[in-house]
């Protein structure tokens, strides 16, 4: 399964530390989302991206910026995370349209982040 | 708030047993239905999916799921279970007055003994 990858799969970083964390659709959809999965809670929706804009901000803190250069690369920048943040993030996209703006996603493999 | 709930967290069955795992969501209008599944060491890719018409619905691998209106349910359904259905289930919802928002369930673990 190649249609959503995502860079780094593991990523180690301390508090004051930055990185990025890459997400590249090749099917050609138009939305593309963030989301993080911590253990025993449910997936959380962070950003969505339609049309390279970005429609949605699921209350998510600053220290996270998402960045949608086009509509098949999506990027996630870190910096000054907290422990809690240690999560899988999941990059997502779908082909949205007027009358379902919300149809199948497809998920990418994650990047498993450890704030240390 | 809206929310979405999957009461079951684990599931145990032996082969060729039934499921029926429930999936509960607070909205009172019109609604999108998902249920995404995530086999061990892979994605997590869709089931089977609810837009409208026919509140039975079928998805892949022989499973099914029950829109009830009036019970806030969408229950995933398989006669029989094998052992490569073994994974995560998680139950979504989208609310059309929130067209931007969707909304996961905790997920249910299912186990299949051989």
């Known amino acids: 399964e190649t249609g959503v990858t995502q860079t780094p799969r593991h990523l180690v970083m301390g508090m004051t530390n930055k990185k990025s964390l890459k997400c590249e659709q090749h099917l050609g959809h138009n939305a593309m989302y963030w989301y993080k999965q911590s253990a025993k809670k449910p997936l959380e929706l962070m950003f969505v991206y339609n049309f390279k804009e970005q429609t949605e901000n699921n209350s998510v803190p600053s220290r996270f910026s998402p960045e949608c250069p086009n509509s098949s690369h999506l990027f996630l920048h870190l910096h000054t995370l907290q422990p809690e943040d240690s999560a899988l993030y999941l990059c997502?996209?779908?082909?949205?349209?007027?009358?379902?703006?919300?149809?199948?996603?497809?998920f990418g493999p994650g990047t498993r982040l450890t704030v240390l | 708030a809206q929310s979405v709930s999957q009461h079951n967290h684990h599931v145990i069955l032996s082969e060729a047993a039934s499921l029926e795992l429930g999936c509960n969501y607070s909205y009172g209008g019109t609604v999108n239905l998902f249920w995404y599944v995530q086999y061990p060491g892979q994605h997590l890719q869709l089931l089977l999916k609810y837009f409208s018409g026919d509140p039975l619905v079928k998805g892949i691998k022989g499973f099914e799921a029950e829109f009830i209106k009036s019970k806030f349910s969408f229950n995933l359904r398989k006669p029989s279970v094998q052992w490569s259905d073994t994974a995560e289930y998680f139950c979504?919802?989208?609310?059309?007055?929130?067209?931007?928002?969707?909304?996961f369930g905790s997920g249910t673990r299912l186990s299949i003994r051989p």
């Open positions: 997502a996209s779908s082909q949205t349209s007027g009358s379902n703006p919300w149809d199948t996603q497809y």
């Open positions: 979504a919802v989208n609310a059309d007055s929130s067209a931007s928002k969707i909304i």
